[in-house]
Each structure stands twice: as C-alpha cells, then as structure tokens.
Nanobody, 126 residues
Framework: QVQLVESGGGLVQAGASLRLSCAASGRAFSTYGMGWFRQAPGKEREFVAAINWSGGRTYYADSVKGRFTISKDNPKTTLYLQMNGLKPEDTAVYYC???????????????????WGQGTQVTVSS
C-alpha cells in the first residue's frame, strides 16, 4: 500500500501562484509513476500532469502546459505541482495519485492509477 497526503491548496486571486505537495509513505516511492488530477464541481476528474520515477519524463494537459510544473524529490518521497498564472477555471479539488510500474512508466490514464490522496482544494477568484 501507498499512502498519499496532499497539502498546499488555498484561495488565491487570478494570476497568483501556488505549490501543491504530496507526501508519500508505505511502499518504495521510487518505483511508482505519479500524477496530479483535478475535479471541479459537477465535472469528471481530469488529468493535469504526470511524471515517471526518475523525473525525466513529464506529461501535461494542454490546459496547464506552460503554467504548471510537476516535479518529485525521491529522497524526501514528495511530489510537487508548481502552479503559476492561475485562472478561475483552475478551481478544483486537486488529487495526487500513484501508479504501479517500472521506473520509466508514465501515464495520463486515470483508471490505471492504484493509489489516491484525499485531495486539496484550490480556489482561484477573478
């Protein structure tokens, strides 16, 4: 089992920045691909960003490309999402997720993720 705990959400104005963190515990952190997803009220949970074990490969949703950066710090077993230039449409609950796989594995596919955090609220006012 892998336990994931997100933090760093909050209420900000449009144009501001936030950094989300996800602390992982349990099984070896370094053998998992990781990702961030978000869910706005009344909408499906959607992919935001993903990263492989080494951190050398990343994927982003088109809606956040150029504004958000995913990274991970294996010694500290922590995943990050740096969010710049926030827009009201970024308002959602943000979830950290982990997926079983080898060190090169990375995916946008929500259904493949095995472990999920409880989520952290991000609200962007106009």
């Amino acid at each position: 089992q892998v336990q994931l705990v997100e933090s760093g959400g909050g209420l900000v104005q449009a144009g501001a920045s936030l950094r989300l963190s996800c602390a992982a515990s349990g099984r070896a952190f370094s053998t998992y691909g990781m990702g961030w997803f978000r869910q706005a009220p009344g909408k499906e949970r959607e992919f935001v960003a993903a990263i492989n074990w080494s951190g050398g490969r990343t994927y982003y949703a088109d809606s956040v490309k150029g504004r958000f950066t995913i990274s991970k710090d294996n010694p500290k077993t922590t995943l990050y999402l740096q969010m710049n230039g926030l827009k009201p449409e970024d308002t959602a609950v943000y979830y950290c997720a982990a997926v079983d796989g080898d060190k090169d594995f990375i995916t946008r596919q929500k259904s493949l993720y095995n472990y999920w955090g409880q989520g952290t609220q991000v609200t962007v006012s106009s």
